[in-house]
């Protein structure tokens, strides 16, 4: 059987893939492997949350039966973004938690995530540990050993407490922000903490129905959000995704403030404060390359990843780390938060422009200038010999030459498709269009199937 879990935990369409019986096992076999050390005489914990999507209803009263039936206390946080399950499980030293989300996917798919003690993310060996053990009998604890379910009644009072004392005072009095929820899973706490720091708050995208997350609101639609800031004569817009653990910007011009841009001005922020741990932002390979030219000229260093916040995270633990993120808006601060956190990060630049002064835009264009990007797709290509392939490797050598230090090529094969994606960024966007094309030709041409 092919590995269950994905580079973000089990997701699917729910009621295909994510059925009751399998998210009822999957969830019994996490108890059994998350739950293994907890001292003799005592029940494990666990925090469990949900985006507002449908299907998170059946979802929750499976996971919660799962765990409750194998002895596991369940903390029942209710709708909250993926970073506050993590923050809670930290704050009330849970054993464990579950987030019930597909974060920017459409309503139909849903998801499950655990996390592991202090809300980090489960590694690759606790997953296959409960991947193996849904092959076993599940624990079947009886009497008094059986564990509890209740409300978490001020889970969403200690995660905006938590949000606000990252301001260390900062406030957002004189500020008009516009917020898009997506409708989904902080369209409750997101309007309320930028509220109770100050800010004159407009609200879109945060009327969840269940069945319109993410439908043509935040991260990935920002039309609404553009059309909303200039409309209503905002300092800056943010946007979230269906489980709030990224962040989109847009300035008041309406303009997108990307995840690089973003990064940016949270660096200068920090190494201003003296915070930016050993001067260094984490980055992946998908950043523009003016981020890099940037933070060089600002003395700051830059370390790269693969595509994905998992690798972010991995080099910032290992690095001791106190930034890193992607160009999409999944930040990391990790001084605050285990994971990316789409409120914080929109909280924290807000903060950035009223202790300024200054507009988002002029930070951003402060922070850095971004390179025209072209992204090809080449289809039905031998993605594995991509990096081996003489005349591919001989054609991204020339396209280098050409572009020098003001450039750059990326070829990364898909993870899951007979597909090469070409990325050329280069001072200007015809450059930029004509250099991926001529080497999409090259990559399909000797690399076809």
Not at 76 to 96: I, M
Not at 233 to 249: E, N, P, S
Not at 339 to 360: C, E, I, K, P, Y
Not at 401 to 422: C, I, K, N, Q
Request: hydrophobic fraction near 45%.
């Amino acid at each position: 059987m092919a590995r269950l879990f994905g580079t973000d935990g089990v997701r699917g369409v729910a009621n295909e893939l994510l059925t009751a019986e399998l998210t009822l096992r999957l969830s019994q076999a996490a108890a059994a492997v998350l739950g293994a050390d907890v001292p003799e005489g005592r029940r494990p914990l666990a925090v469990v949350a949900r985006d507002p999507r449908i299907s998170g209803d059946y979802l929750a009263a499976a996971v919660e039966a799962g765990l409750a039936s194998s002895g596991v206390d369940v903390h029942d946080a209710g709708v909250l973004p993926t970073p506050a399950a993590a923050f809670l499980v930290a704050d009330v030293d849970a054993d464990f938690g579950v987030m019930i989300s597909a974060s920017h996917n459409p309503a139909e798919d849903n998801g499950i995530k655990f996390l592991a003690r202090g809300g980090q993310k489960l590694d690759d060996a606790a997953e296959d540990a409960i991947e193996e053990r849904m092959g076993q009998d599940p624990p079947r604890p009886t009497g008094g050993d059986v564990g509890r379910v209740r409300r978490f009644a001020d889970a969403e009072d200690r995660y905006l407490v938590h949000l606000l004392g990252t301001l260390d005072g900062t406030r957002l009095d004189g500020l008009k922000v516009v917020l898009d929820c997506a409708h989904g899973a902080a369209s409750g706490c997101s309007p309320q903490v930028f509220t109770d720091a100050g800010a004159e708050v407009v609200v879109i995208g945060a009327d969840p129905d269940g069945l319109n997350i993410n439908d043509d609101f935040g991260s990935t639609h920002l039309d609404n959000l553009q059309e909303a800031v200039v409309s209503h004569g905002a300092d800056l817009g943010i946007a979230h995704d269906g489980d709030a653990d990224r962040c989109l910007a847009v300035d008041h011009a309406g303009a997108m403030v990307d995840g690089d841009e973003i990064m940016g001005i949270l660096a200068a922020k920090l190494q201003a404060e003296g915070r930016l741990a050993d001067d260094t932002l984490v980055v992946t390979v998908m950043s523009n390359l003016g981020l890099k030219l940037g933070m060089r000229a600002a003395g700051v260093q830059i370390v790269e990843t693969g595509v994905g916040d998992r690798y972010v995270l991995e080099a910032m633990r290992s690095g001791g780390y106190s930034l890193g993120g992607e160009q999409s808006g999944h930040l990391i601060l990790s001084e605050h938060a285990t994971t990316g956190d789409g409120v914080l990060t929109g909280l924290q630049l807000a903060a950035r422009v009223a202790s300024t002064g200054s507009s988002l835009r002029e930070l951003a264009d402060a922070a850095m200038t971004r390179l025209p990007q072209v992204l090809v797709n080449v289809k039905d290509v031998d993605k594995a010999r991509v990096k081996s392939h003489e005349a591919v490797r001989s054609a991204v050598a020339e396209v280098e030459g050409r572009l020098g230090e003001a450039g750059r090529v990326l070829l990364r094969p898909s993870g899951t498709e007979p597909v090469v994606r070409v990325m050329v960024e280069a001072t200007t966007a015809e450059i930029a269009q004509s250099e991926s094309e001529s080497l999409a030709e090259v990559v399909r041409a000797e690399l076809a199937l």
